[in-house]
């Protein structure tokens, strides 16, 4: 058998790679493109929402706090009358990668390992 330590190399450099691949693919190719289409009349939804300071997380609209109101007539009005949305709120200021890619490198890393114990 093995030990884990000697594939040390292997394991970093998998992970090195899929970082590298998957970098490559989702910035030269139009794949996400179209993942997020832009708003109509965005301006109005920025000016609508700026004022409520919504804090950062994800929300979703209407929302029930139990399943029983999944059959309340209020809740089903809402939903009929729209609008209906998932609404991810992000902090404001420039946006920062540097976080996102190292984290995403960590997990390259830790399913390299776990491959290379296999």
């Not at 804090?55 to 979703?60: A, E, H, L, Q, V």
Request: proline letters at 9%.
């Amino acid at each position: 058998m093995v030990s884990l330590a000697s594939l040390w190399l292997p394991i970093l450099l998998s992970a090195v790679a899929v970082f590298l691949v998957s970098s490559v693919i989702h910035m030269a190719s139009p794949w996400h493109a179209s993942d997020y289409p832009r708003v109509p009349d965005e301006g109005r939804l920025r000016a609508a929402l700026g004022p409520l300071s919504i804090p950062p997380g994800d929300y979703m609209v209407p929302r029930v706090s139990s399943r029983q109101e999944l059959r309340d007539p209020a809740f089903l009005e809402k939903v009929a009358q729209g609008p209906n949305l998932i609404l991810t709120v992000l902090p404001t200021g420039q946006m920062s990668m540097g976080r996102n890619l190292a984290m995403w490198f960590a997990y390259a890393l830790v399913i390299s390992l776990f491959a290379g114990y296999v």
